[in-house]
């Protein structure tokens, strides 16, 4: 499966940005799981959220929790990523990634979109 991730942009501290993340070929099953992860400068690549295609059962890192909000459009083969309350710290390049397993590191996905960057203005 191809993934695409759009949406990521300039917005101030406190703003929201909504991803995407888009099946550009091959679909998404219901046994997938599709997490957001992020990267900023100097920085490992850290999870985000994730959910799983068919359940919807959600994962949120700790720092994101309560602002977060990882949801999925079946139809669409999208993955939403609704950012709320975005802090400094948020601003990262995000990818997103689908495979068949949970995990919270990028070894546990084999499928990767293209980044989208998120810059937070304090």
């Known amino acids: 499966v191809q993934l695409q991730a759009s949406g990521g942009g300039l917005v101030q501290a406190g703003g929201s940005l909504r991803l995407s993340c888009t099946a550009s070929s091959g679909r998404i099953y219901s046994s997938y799981i599709v997490g957001w992860f992020r990267q900023a400068p100097g920085k490992e690549r850290e999870f985000v959220a994730a959910?799983?295609?068919?359940?919807?059962?959600?994962y949120y890192e700790d720092s994101v929790r309560g602002r977060f909000t990882i949801s999925r459009d079946s139809p669409k083969n999208t993955v939403y990523l609704q950012m709320n309350n975005l802090k400094p710290d948020d601003a990262a390049v995000y990818y997103c990634a689908a495979g068949t397993q949970y995990g919270t590191t990028p070894d546990s996905y084999p499928y990767w979109g293209q980044g989208t960057l998120v810059t937070v203005s304090s």
């Open positions: 959910i799983r295609w068919g359940s919807q059962l959600r």
